[in-house]
């Protein structure tokens, strides 16, 4: 029993989220990546010159970057409910951004850091508040975006070795010289 509860005060403190007190454009968050993923701590770095959010790891490995520069508005989704520390941010053609703090307080300081940054790149932004629950089931995870991507690939690769097949019987039929000989 004591190991269990000592590994599980070791994984809270390596989750533990931060805030960077002398930069407000970097901060420490965890990542939801979906149901089936889980989630990362993540580093968020606001970029004002690049018009970019980019999220990497904690050893600095680039998981993403969020493009905004073609982009008009933002919609956060805060949680009302539980400690109220989750943030979802929607991009329009981005995965969402679900990112969980250690407080209520710590979210408001990242999310008021967020809109100044916003503000500065002259990008509407909408604030709305869900219970968490129904954030992380209407958002567009890593998971439900690799599950889109692997549908369309078999409908894709299925529609061409069928063409394939019809045309090889196309080609025999019409040219018996050079198909397939039995």
């Known amino acids: 029993m ?4 000592e590994k599980q005060m070791n994984l809270t403190k390596r989750r533990t989220p931060v805030v960077s ?5 970097k901060f420490y968050a965890i990542e939801w990546v979906g149901t089936k993923s ?14 970019k959010i980019m999220v990497s790891d ?3 490995k680039i998981l993403r970057l969020i493009d905004l ?7 956060f989704k805060l949680s009302d409910d539980k400690n109220m520390s989750l943030a979802s941010i929607l991009v329009p053609g981005e995965i969402d951004l679900i990112l969980r703090f250690v407080s209520m307080s710590e979210r408001q300081t990242v999310v008021s850091h967020i ?3 916003l503000q500065d790149l002259g990008i509407n932004r909408e604030r709305r508040e869900f219970k968490e629950e129904t954030i992380m089931k209407d958002a567009t995870s890593f998971d439900d975006r690799k599950e889109r991507l692997d549908t369309f690939f078999k409908v894709v690769c299925s529609q061409v070795s069928s063409n394939w097949l019809l045309m090889m019987v196309l080609i025999a039929l019409y040219f018996p010289t050079f198909g397939i000989k039995y």
Do not use: C, Y
């Open 2 to 5: 004591a190991k269990h509860k």
């Open 69 to 75: 520069r073609r982009t008009e508005s933002i919609d």
């Open 115 to 117: 809109e100044k940054f």
């Open 58 to 60: 904690r050893t600095g």
């Open 38 to 51: 889980g989630v990362r701590n993540v580093k968020v770095e606001l970029e004002r010159g690049r018009k």
């Open 21 to 25: 007190e002398s930069d407000p454009n």
